[in-house]
């Protein structure tokens, strides 16, 4: 078992350090904001995520699992040093090494001899390289080890992997890395930095290509009159299509897929290749969010403009309280944009958002409204009692920007109804 060291309490630091402290490791998370390690110190998670508190708990209490603040008290005694830390997106697409850099840097002369910094960030192709610099030690070996978590079911993610990729110049690095993940039944594939991170970023790229494709698909249905769940469910079967991630909804967001996306085509674009493609599947998506208030428009009469609109829906997808790159939000604020006064309710969000009017309960949020928009697939949406949410607004109109509910059934009680890509 091996002394660990994870380098950021976000949703990655947190989840990594809290499933390898429970599969045996001693493990130290350091993050710079002192309230967030108090927290976490006393057993809070301030996230939502399926399973984390528990292991969190089950790790203080064991002792196998502290928090500290900054990154220099987490590394003191450690092995391997876990970088989690953001690569947010700056201005110009590319992905922002600022923190990656300020992190290794702190620990780079006190890290102990022969240790291993690992690198869990997404960073693009050659940050190996920037992370070694910044460490300024011939000693450490630096691996790259790519996160494929999914917000909501991370901790699942982590412990049930699809694959395991490391990315490692040196073979017996690679080898102490992989090995950290022992009892985790997944193909382990070992592989050289540049590659490990590429396959990160087109992981991501091609989700989201899947999604702006049936984001696309479900507009042709809605022109030719074609069912797009209809035309999933036949596409799907085919085992080299697969069902997943072929939902048509309001377009992707999240803290990933957007800036991911855009990062890598800033990547080709600096290694002389234009990736119209993926260009192509941002810009799909852009064009998804003015679908949905086009939608919302047609159904109101024409315009939003002075009129209320309910929202349910908040959060970037269901089973997550992440409001970050949230189609919902976009999408709100271009009705903003067009007059239309929001009135939004999200299970999963309770504090005041900047320039929402956030309902207690789906039904308050529908008081006076002209149109119901629901943003997120959140299952408690199905079971609403909508005689009663149809008896609060001002008119019986819905646009469905998942596909959550059952057109009949709502359509039986009198609201206009419109959905993505069933006509
Ligand atoms: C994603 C990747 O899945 C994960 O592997 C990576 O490490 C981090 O980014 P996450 O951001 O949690 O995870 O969200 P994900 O579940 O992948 O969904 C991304 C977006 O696509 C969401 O906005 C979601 O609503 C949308 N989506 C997903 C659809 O609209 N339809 C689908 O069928 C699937």
């Known amino acids: 078992m091996a002394h660990i060291a994870v380098l950021g309490a976000g949703y990655v630091g947190l989840t990594t350090a809290a499933c390898f402290s429970h599969l045996g490791h001693t493990v130290v998370c350091g993050d710079v904001l002192a309230d967030r390690v108090d927290q976490l110190s006393r057993g809070e998670v301030p996230i939502r995520e399926a399973g984390l508190e528990e292991l969190v708990r089950t790790g203080l209490d064991g002792g196998h699992l502290s928090f500290v603040v900054g990154e220099q008290a987490a590394a003191a005694e450690c092995e391997f040093c876990y970088l989690c830390v953001p690569t947010p997106q700056a201005p110009d697409g590319s992905a922002d090494l600022s923190f990656i850099r300020q992190a290794a840097s702190a620990v780079g002369s006190m890290l102990p001899p022969e240790s291993v910094v690992v690198n869990k960030s997404t960073v693009p192709v050659g940050s190996t390289r920037v992370v070694e610099q910044a460490l300024g030690r011939d000693d450490v070996k630096v691996a790259s080890n790519p996160e494929f978590l999914r917000e909501g079911s991370a901790v699942h993610d982590f412990l049930h992997p699809d694959r395991i990729v490391i990315g490692c110049e040196d073979q017996a690095t690679a080898g102490r890395v992989a090995a950290l993940f022992e009892g985790i039944q997944a193909p382990v594939i070992v592989t050289d930095p540049a590659s490990a991170e590429t396959i990160k970023y087109a992981s991501n790229a091609f989700l989201a290509t899947k999604v702006s494709f049936v984001n696309a698909i479900a507009n042709v249905c809605e022109a030719v009159g074609a069912d797009v769940r209809e035309v999933v469910l036949g596409?799907?079967?085919?085992?080299?299509?697969?069902?997943?991630?072929?939902?048509?909804?309001?377009?992707?967001?999240?803290?990933?897929?957007?800036?991911?996306?855009?990062?890598?085509?800033?990547?080709?674009?600096?290694?002389?290749?234009?990736f119209d493609l993926l260009k192509g599947v941002v810009a799909v998506n852009d064009a998804q969010f003015e679908k949905v208030v086009t939608k919302v428009e047609a159904l109101a009469g024409g315009s939003v403009a002075e009129q209320v609109i309910a929202v349910w829906g908040l959060t970037f997808k269901a089973r997550t309280d992440d409001?970050?790159?949230?189609?919902?939000?976009?999408i709100i604020s271009r009705l903003q944009a067009r007059g239309a006064r929001i009135r939004a309710y999200d299970p999963a969000v309770t504090d005041a958002v900047d320039g929402l009017e956030v309902a207690a309960d789906p039904y308050a949020a529908c008081e006076g409204a002209s149109v119901l928009l629901v943003l997120t697939e959140w299952d408690e949406f199905r079971w609403l009692d909508f005689e009663k949410v149809g008896g609060l607004m001002a008119e019986r109109r819905m646009v469905d920007a998942r596909n959550l509910l059952d057109p009949a059934a709502v359509r039986r009680r009198g609201f206009a109804y419109d959905a993505i890509g069933r006509s």
């Open 323 to 330: 409001l970050r790159g949230s189609p919902s939000l976009e």
């Open 235 to 274: 596409m799907g079967y085919d085992r080299r299509i697969g069902f997943e991630f072929l939902k048509p909804g309001p377009g992707w967001g999240g803290s990933c897929f957007p800036k991911d996306t855009r990062a890598l085509i800033r990547i080709a674009e600096d290694a002389g290749y234009d």
